[in-house]
């Protein structure tokens, strides 16, 4: 989407836009707020600035849109197609990073109570899973400001991914 239709787009269609972001109805309608924006990057500072406020509650709301690492993803709507682009370094994973990844997954539910939360995009199966090793091993406060963080980053690659400063056609 070109920034010059999001900052046009009625409330509702931008909300629409923003929420595969980061499904956080206070920062959603936020960012919509603040339009129009000069060009992208204005709107992912500004959007960024927004998330790094993020509570634990917040974080709590966004994470009904997120899948568990390595789990198909299924849908057609906007959320499960951006999980499974950032997610697609998983679809070629060797077994035992797999294995490892679903054990590690069952074990953070199990620790934190909540879906283990990475920014999956750029990322190898064994950078996935050491990451998930490693988090394992913080205290829960450590840990839910590690996930708010990694929530950020999947919304602003999200933001970056979905809106440009290019005119429609060009990118």
């Known amino acids: 989407m070109h920034l010059t239709a999001f900052n046009a787009a009625s409330p509702a269609d931008a909300a629409g836009v923003v929420r595969v972001w980061a499904d956080i109805p206070g920062w959603v309608d936020a960012v919509v707020a603040g339009r129009p924006y000069a060009d992208v990057d204005a709107l992912a500072a500004y959007a960024g600035d927004l998330a790094a406020a993020w509570s634990p509650e917040d974080l709590a709301a966004a994470l009904h849109a997120h899948p568990r690492i390595g789990a198909r993803v299924s849908g057609e709507n906007a959320e499960a197609a951006a999980s499974r682009r950032e997610q697609a370094a998983m679809t070629t994973a060797a077994d035992d990073d797999v294995a490892a990844i679903a054990a590690g997954n069952a074990a953070y539910e199990e620790r934190f109570g909540r879906v283990f939360l990475i920014r999956a995009a750029g990322r190898t199966p064994g950078e996935i899973r050491a990451e998930l090793e490693r988090r394992l091993t913080n205290d829960p406060d450590a840990e839910t ?11 602003l690659l999200r933001l970056r991914g979905s809106v440009t400063d290019a ?3 060009t990118e």
Not at 145 to 155: D, G, K, S, V
């Open 167 to 169: 005119p429609e056609g």
């Open 145 to 155: 400001l590690e996930a708010t963080r990694q929530l950020a980053e999947i919304a």
